[in-house]
């Protein structure tokens, strides 16, 4: 019963706000229900809850509770009629605690049921059959605050190291900013080597080390404070680019950064550095989008294959991760074509970047996004297709710009610094 409708068309998933450290035990009656409760239970989205699977329905949770504390929610189905149901709710309600959400899983569409329930305390019903990600959202509504900006993350990791995917996220970021009119953030998580601050020519004396270090403290203020204006859509959290001390990251070292983003920013770009540790793969399996950047030759197609079979073993709820092919075309050097890189990874490249190592090398040399350079480049256009595509604004166009944008752009960037 799960949907894997996004992962099959390779289109975004819908935004669904991650559930909050929560205890969840169900209650089922058919194998379906199972299936999706055991599916929700290892999404990306309920990482922080805990949950346990029961068959026996309403009847089972009256004799599990009668003697033991209830969780903060109890999904319950039922194939009983609707006074046996009533009648079932209201003896378990005599064992619940205060606070004790509860979720109906019937197989009548019945809007009379429905208030009734409501009536009586149910915080939903929900109509058989399920899918997993609807399943998933109708949760997070129980606990989501209404005025909560509800951002998306990108994750931008290389295939392997020196295929520029820095680079990548860092235009892409300012694609997005510039071309949606979104707020984005950029968030260097390259802690000894980042590259964000030289690309946008900026020197922030604070990033993101200060809140991974002190993650009790990270709030919307302390990361409104270590932010960097870049100009007025865009702002980065640069890494500090030092190696004076070691970064033995934890597991959950960006959970809170990332969580306050996620409440505060409408887009944010993951700068991921290329490698694996417990870090790197929660930080690309809890993104909305992953974006794996690889070069043409045979150690990126490995690793890019690598990469996506992982990834969609651990987002099975979720579009396939896109795959960029930077740096084709450079001359002498044998490479994979396109079309066989797309075949041997049996997915379509999102887009494909050719080698301009005069226009990159200018734009890095001058602390600028390949935009300013040459607004009218095909790379540029590749660059804002892929944004609108991550973003799910695959409908909009990009307004033609003015003559005086870049120069716009260029004063809003020295303003801000």
């Given at each position: 019963m799960t949907s894997d409708a996004g992962a099959a068309s390779g289109g975004t998933a819908p935004q669904i706000a991650p559930l909050p450290r929560v205890s969840v035990q169900a209650f089922c009656e058919t194998q379906d229900c199972v299936a999706v409760m055991n599916a929700a239970a290892v999404d990306r989205r309920m990482d922080k809850t805990h949950v346990?699977?029961?068959?026996?329905?309403?009847?089972?949770?009256?004799?599990?509770?009668?003697?033991?504390?209830?969780?903060?929610?109890?999904?319950?189905?039922?194939?009983?009629?609707?006074?046996?149901?009533?009648?079932?709710?209201?003896?378990?309600?005599?064992?619940?605690?205060?606070?004790?959400?509860?979720?109906?899983?019937?197989?009548?569409?019945?809007?009379?049921?429905?208030?009734?329930?409501?009536?009586?305390?149910?915080?939903?019903?929900?109509?058989?059959?399920?899918?997993?990600?609807?399943?998933?959202?109708?949760l997070s509504e129980l606990y989501s605050v209404a005025a909560e900006t509800l951002g998306r993350?990108?994750?931008?990791?290389?295939?392997?190291?020196?295929?520029?995917?820095?680079?990548?996220?860092?235009?892409?970021?300012?694609?997005?900013?510039?071309?949606?009119?979104?707020?984005?953030?950029?968030?260097?998580?390259?802690?000894?080597?980042?590259?964000?601050?030289?690309?946008?020519?900026?020197?922030?004396?604070?990033?993101?080390?200060?809140?991974?270090?002190?993650?009790?403290?990270?709030?919307?203020?302390?990361?409104?404070?270590?932010?960097?204006?870049?100009?007025?859509?865009?702002?980065?959290?640069?890494?500090?680019?030092?190696?004076?001390?070691?970064?033995?990251?934890?597991?959950?070292?960006?959970?809170?950064?990332?969580?306050?983003?996620?409440?505060t920013s409408p887009c944010t770009v993951l700068d991921v550095p290329h490698q694996w540790s417990?870090?790197?793969?929660?930080?690309?399996?809890?993104?909305?989008?992953?974006?794996?950047?690889?070069?043409?030759?045979?150690?990126?197609?490995?690793?890019?294959?690598?990469?996506?079979?992982?990834?969609?073993?651990?987002?099975?709820?979720?579009?396939?991760?896109?795959?960029i092919l930077n740096t084709v075309g450079v001359q002498r050097r044998p490479e994979i074509s396109p079309a066989d890189f797309a075949k041997a990874i049996e997915i379509d490249l999102a887009t494909v970047i050719p080698f301009e190592p005069k226009l990159f090398g200018s734009a890095a040399n001058n602390g600028q996004m390949i935009a300013e350079v040459e607004p009218g480049s095909k790379i540029v256009e590749s660059f804002d297709s892929l944004g609108r595509e991550l973003m799910g604004r695959t409908g909009l166009r990009k307004a033609k710009a003015s003559l005086l944008a870049p120069l716009i752009e260029r004063f809003s960037r020295k303003r801000a610094g």
């Open positions: 346990k699977v029961h068959m026996g329905g309403v009847a089972a949770a009256i004799e599990a509770f009668r003697g033991a504390p209830t969780p903060n929610l109890i999904v319950l189905e039922t194939l009983g009629d609707r006074r046996q149901l009533i009648g079932q709710l209201e003896s378990l309600a005599e064992f619940c605690d205060s606070g004790t959400k509860v979720v109906v899983i019937g197989h009548e569409n019945d809007i009379a049921l429905y208030r009734d329930l409501i009536a009586r305390g149910v915080s939903d019903y929900v109509v058989a059959p399920l899918d997993t990600l609807g399943f998933i959202a109708r993350i990108i994750a931008v990791v290389g295939a392997k190291g020196g295929v520029g995917a820095s680079c990548i996220a860092h235009n892409l970021g300012w694609s997005i900013a510039r071309g949606l009119q979104m707020q984005t953030v950029i968030a260097d998580l390259d802690l000894p080597f980042g590259t964000a601050g030289l690309d946008f020519n900026q020197d922030p004396p604070q990033g993101v080390a200060e809140a991974v270090f002190a993650p009790d403290r990270v709030d919307a203020n302390l990361v409104d404070r270590l932010l960097s204006k870049c100009s007025d859509q865009l702002s980065l959290l640069a890494a500090p680019a030092t190696i004076e001390r070691l970064y033995d990251l934890p597991e959950s070292a960006f959970d809170a950064i990332i969580d306050v983003l996620r409440s417990a870090w790197t793969k929660r930080v690309l399996v809890g993104a909305d989008q992953v974006a794996i950047v690889a070069a043409p030759d045979l150690a990126s197609l490995r690793n890019t294959k690598t990469l996506l079979d992982a990834l969609r073993q651990a987002r099975r709820n979720d579009a396939a991760p896109r795959v």
